[in-house]
């Protein structure tokens, strides 16, 4: 049997009298939220959005009605974030059902496979070109069903953007002013990014790529040669309590924690726990600078430390994607003339001329 799932706006003399149009682009931007636990809830249907939801227990499938673009002029995208308990099984499922009746895949699944990471959220943006005309947003989790605890659709604007460098491919950008790459957007399956990059000076060495657990302390042994100039620790975190810290030590002298962007209240990975306290789902990056005086010669240690809230409810907490980003400098320009010019310049394109001397090399392991 299929629920209906609706609420109306409550007329508003005030808004109506206004007559101010900046308003009303507020309000068709309101996000549409709909609540899977700990009972059925949804906010009320956003300016933008003309037909309620409908939830499909028996086929394990939510249908969220999309109007077409031209219905609703300030609005020129559509994003979807789920969240979900992942038990590594994939995730759910997200389709487009055109008027047509003909569907497009967007997503087979947006959780991890054969890691059971718990509270996960991932976000997709609709491509335009579907959007155009309208359709049905579907997402399905079959057989884990349960395993859903929200999913929000949020409306979006295009906006002129210059990146600089080549290194990145920005593609949605949200309030709290994070920066979502395309292959986080896309719907396709994460993939680790291994393997050590040299552009010029710089140096992006892999720690650990895949998912693993941070269970009390994590010992990354970073062999070292040549003159570092400094080095920026990064890396992603999940299940990380909003009151717990990620504390980082290299070679036995503490050198701080890990530094995560800012977030809104409102943001539809921020959730209840069990015990009705905020926490964020999904993937987080973390950073921290490390100087040069931090690092020597030969092997070096990097220490990973979990501290926990002492009111958290002890989920598991993973990272993923752990590396160094290395800044060499050249040893005339230390100590005895720090004003020198550094023998080294970044080369276009970014990949260095097989012909120029070689750098200095780093090279991680896991202990």
Not at 54 to 82: D, G, N, Q, S
Not at 240 to 262: I, K, M, W
């Amino acid at each position: 049997m299929a629920l209906v799932v609706a609420m109306g706006l409550a007329f508003d003399p005030a808004f109506a009298a206004s007559g101010d149009p900046s308003l009303d682009t507020g309000r068709n931007f309101s996000p549409f939220v709909l609540s899977m636990k700990p009972t059925l809830q949804m906010s009320p249907l956003p300016g933008w959005m003309q037909q309620p939801s409908v939830v499909h227990p028996e086929t394990a499938t939510i249908e969220i009605p999309i109007p077409a673009l031209w219905a609703v002029p300030a609005v020129e995208a559509y994003a979807l974030t789920a969240v979900f308990d992942d038990r590594g099984d994939g995730g759910p499922a997200v389709e487009w059902r055109s008027p047509n009746g003909s569907t497009t895949t967007l997503s087979q699944g947006l959780g991890e496979m054969g890691t059971a990471l718990g509270l996960n959220a991932r976000t997709i943006l609709i491509p335009r070109e579907l959007t155009r005309e309208g359709g049905v947003l579907l997402v399905s989790y079959y057989a884990k069903f349960e395993k859903l605890v929200s999913l929000a659709v949020r409306p979006a604007r295009e906006d002129p953007l210059a990146v600089l460098g080549g290194g990145s491919d920005p593609a949605l950008v949200d309030e709290a002013l994070r920066v979502f790459e395309r292959t986080e957007v896309d719907g396709s399956r994460t993939s680790p990014l291994s393997g050590d990059i040299r552009r010029g000076a710089i140096v992006e060495a892999d720690l650990s790529a895949p998912v693993q657990e941070l269970d009390g302390e994590l010992e990354f042994i970073v062999p070292v040669e040549g003159v570092v100039e400094g080095a920026l620790l990064k890396l992603d975190v999940l299940g990380l309590d909003p009151e717990a810290v990620v504390q980082v030590r290299v070679n036995s002298t503490p050198v701080g924690e890990l530094g995560f962007s800012q977030f809104r209240l409102d943001d539809p990975a921020l959730v209840p726990d069990a015990l009705g306290r905020l926490v964020m789902a999904g993937w987080r990056s973390g950073y921290l600078f490390v100087p040069a005086r931090r690092w020597l010669a030969g092997e070096n240690s990097v220490v990973l430390s979990l501290k926990r809230s002492d009111v958290e409810t002890g989920r598991p907490v993973f990272i993923r994607n752990a590396g160094l980003h290395v800044r060499f400098g050249s040893a005339a320009a230390i100590g005895k003339n720090p004003s020198a010019e550094p023998d080294f310049s970044i080369p276009d394109p970014l990949l260095p001329n097989p012909q120029d001397p070689p750098l200095p090399e780093i090279v991680t392991g896991v202990q």
